[in-house]
């Protein structure tokens, strides 16, 4: 959401760093640099369009990203030591975009035909799951990589997007003294958040997550595209009015 882009950017303000990791495609990176060196954003962004094989719509991506591409602009004239390192991989990216693909197809059949098929969505699930795992495993290696060989003993700064925490396990897997601070708090988990997260903690436990409760949290997930998602401007702005309007009381029911 653009909100936590927004808070993630003011503490990338209030505090010192010798690098940054950004959650961006690592072929933006030379571009990320320009930007830091103070090139103009509308400048950095038509560059972008013309250059980039960004999976998502560039619209989407730059709304999201935006608060904090103007918080790096300029930042290495103040600071030419410091180091800004983009490590989203298409691997990644890839992924992240079929798996959407598969949702909305989802989506779609549960809207056309009224029914959850409950099998199909734990299917979906389930590969989401294992992407994630493959995402993170790929881009905590690349992080690791480039630390080892600039980082050691500087303070560094890692923004991520879900899921943060694993990306920090891992990270400590490897010997680095690393916390994970959110700067988004207290957040509303969506429903297809809730129904992932359910997954992972029931396989974990092994035990099986019930039809029931998964078509639950599928209906939850469709009417939130439905009814918030397709009629608001923006997904922070859906967020916020389904956050108004069903909240946790539906996650938890």
């Known amino acids: 959401m653009r909100a936590a882009y927004e808070r993630a950017a003011t503490l990338l303000k209030s505090v010192d760093f010798d690098i940054l990791y950004l959650h961006a495609p690592r072929e933006l990176n030379w571009l990320v ?29 730059e709304y999201r990203f935006k608060p904090i591409l103007l918080t790096i602009r300029g930042l290495r004239l103040r600071k030419p030591s410091l180091k800004i390192i983009c ?14 693909e598969d949702v909305a197809k989802l989506i779609l059949r549960t809207n056309v035909t009224g029914r959850v098929d409950v099998e199909e969505w734990r299917n979906v699930v389930s590969r989401i799951i294992n992407n994630i795992s493959s995402s993170v495993n790929e881009e905590s290696d690349y992080i690791f990589k480039t630390w080892i060989k600039i980082g050691e003993g500087r303070k560094t700064v890692c923004l991520s ?10 990270m400590r897997k490897f010997g680095i003294k690393a916390f994970l601070r959110y700067v988004f708090t207290p957040y509303c988990f969506m429903p297809l958040e809730v129904l992932i997260r359910e997954f992972i903690i029931t396989d974990k436990r ?37 956050l108004r309007n069903v909240g946790q009381k539906l996650i938890l029911s």
Request: a negative charge; aromatic letters at 14%.
């Open 206 to 242: 092994k035990l099986d997550i019930s039809d029931e409760r998964v078509t639950t949290l599928a209906r939850m997930h469709v009417e939130f595209v439905r009814e918030y998602i397709l009629t608001s401007d923006n997904y922070d702005e859906a967020y916020f009015k389904w």
């Open 87 to 100: 490590y989203r991989s298409i691997f990644s990216e890839n992924l992240s975009v079929k798996d959407a």
């Open 33 to 61: 640099d320009e930007l830091a060196l103070g090139a103009p954003y509308e400048q950095f962004m038509e560059t972008v369009q013309k250059i980039s094989n960004l999976r998502e719509s560039l619209n989407s991506w």
């Open 161 to 170: 997007d879900y899921p943060a925490r694993e990306i920090i396990k891992r």
